[in-house]
Structure formats: C-alpha cells, structure tokens
C-alpha cells in the first residue's frame, strides 16, 4: 500500500542553523509533491511545490529537493528562527487524467528553534 | 490575500445528531475538498469536487456524508448522524493550478 514516512521525533535546532526535514515514500509515483506548514488546531499552509521532473525549487529561506530515483523529498530551512517553530506536513499528488487534486499526507515532522 | 475561510470553529454535537460543516473556497478556484485530521493524527482526504459533482471519494466517505455547494460562494460537508469517531479537525480547501489553499478548520466533537 502506498506510504508516506516523515521522521516523526521533533527536530531541535539552534536558531540560525539549517533546519532539513525528510519525506520518504514507497508505493506511489506522484506528479509532485508539496510542503506544508502547521501550526497547533490551525489549517495547513501551503509552503511550496516541485513536479516530478524538477530537482530542486528555492523560495525565500526555504529549499525543496526531489529525488524519484530515491522516492525522497528533503526540506531545508536555511537560517532558521523560533517563528519557524511549527510541524512540517508533505504530501503527494498523483499523475494522470485521474487526477483530481487528492493529497496523500504524511504524519509531519514537528520543528522546534531554540534562540 | 484571499483565503478559505470555515464556520463554525468549533461544532459540539451529540451522537446521532446532523451536523452542517461550511467553508467558503477562494472565490476564483474551482476544485474544492474536504480533508479531516483526528487529533495527534495525519490529514486525511475525504472528497473532492468539481463542475458540482463529486470527482473523488475516500472510504471514510461513507453513505452518512454528502458535499453540497448549495450557491456561488458556500461549499458544505454534511454528517447524517454523528458518530463518536467522527470527532476531528475538518479542514475544506480549494485548489488553483496544483496549490491547494486550506481553511482554518471546523473542530467537530462529537459527545
């Protein structure tokens, strides 16, 4: 069955530092895959996007990595801050004329920054 | 910034009872979808919709859920008869290009 695997112990790190969050999954061929952020009882935010035949895409301090090969996505928060503190969902979306925009969620990784 | 908005925050219900979720999508967009999320858990979708009908369903969108978007503007998840395991977050979205926009949720708890 399709799976998706996020490293679920919190990720503590020192402000300043570079935050990486993994996405792994098995079973699956997405057309992309997206990052979200979630704060407690609120909504997910929608972060960034990267397709299946892009390697890497860069917003702002973020920075998103796609490997099909390794069936991985890598997440960098460079020169993180304690408002960067929040759980980091990602989520694939399938190919194909049956695509109607389902997301498949991983469990999220919950980052911590320490000033 | 236009943005998904979601009534109630926050829904007591007892067992057995209907509940009405409401959200209004960002006005432009044309896929809307509700997902849920049980507390401590992960996101799960429920159903997409398009062109006023159902496009996708999960298995959790059993016969005691329907989707409704009744005008222009309000996308409703309807529950016929609450259950306990129906307490969750509900979160409806809407999606332009490949970004899905998600609402601040409804906490629906079901007593």
């Known amino acids: 069955s399709q799976k998706i695997e996020q490293n679920s112990e919190a990720l503590n790190i020192q402000e300043g530092k570079t935050a990486t969050l993994t996405c792994n999954y098995t079973?699956?061929?997405?057309?992309?895959l997206q990052w979200y952020r979630q704060d407690p009882g609120r909504g997910p935010v929608f972060l960034l996007l990267?397709?299946?035949?892009?390697k890497e895409k860069r917003k702002e301090r973020l920075k998103v990595t796609f490997d099909t090969t390794l069936k991985q996505s890598l997440f960098h928060i460079t020169a993180s801050q304690p408002a960067d503190s929040a759980t980091y969902l990602c989520?694939?979306?399938?190919?194909?004329?049956?695509?109607?925009?389902?997301?498949?969620f991983g469990q999220g990784t919950t980052l911590q920054v320490k000033p | 910034e236009p943005e998904v908005t979601q009534t109630p925050s926050h829904q007591v219900t007892q067992m057995g009872q209907e509940v009405i979720l409401r959200c209004v999508p960002i006005?432009?967009?044309?896929?809307f979808y509700w997902y849920r999320q049980i507390l401590g858990q992960k996101v799960e979708f429920l159903v997409s919709?398009?062109?006023?009908?159902?496009?996708?369903k999960s298995e959790i969108f059993d016969d005691q859920f329907s989707v409704e978007r009744p005008d222009g503007s309000n996308f409703t998840l309807k529950i016929r008869s609450t259950k306990l395991e129906d307490s969750a977050m509900y979160f409806c979205?809407?999606?332009?290009?490949?970004?899905?926009?998600f609402g601040p949720g409804t906490r629906l708890t079901v007593t």
């Open positions: 079973n699956y061929s997405p057309a992309y």
């Open positions: 006005s432009n967009h044309l896929y």
């Open positions: 990267i397709r299946e035949n892009e």
């Open positions: 989520a694939l979306g399938k190919r194909g004329s049956s695509n109607t925009g389902k997301l498949i």
């Open positions: 919709f398009y062109n006023n009908e159902i496009s996708e």
């Open positions: 979205a809407s999606k332009e290009g490949n970004e899905q926009y």
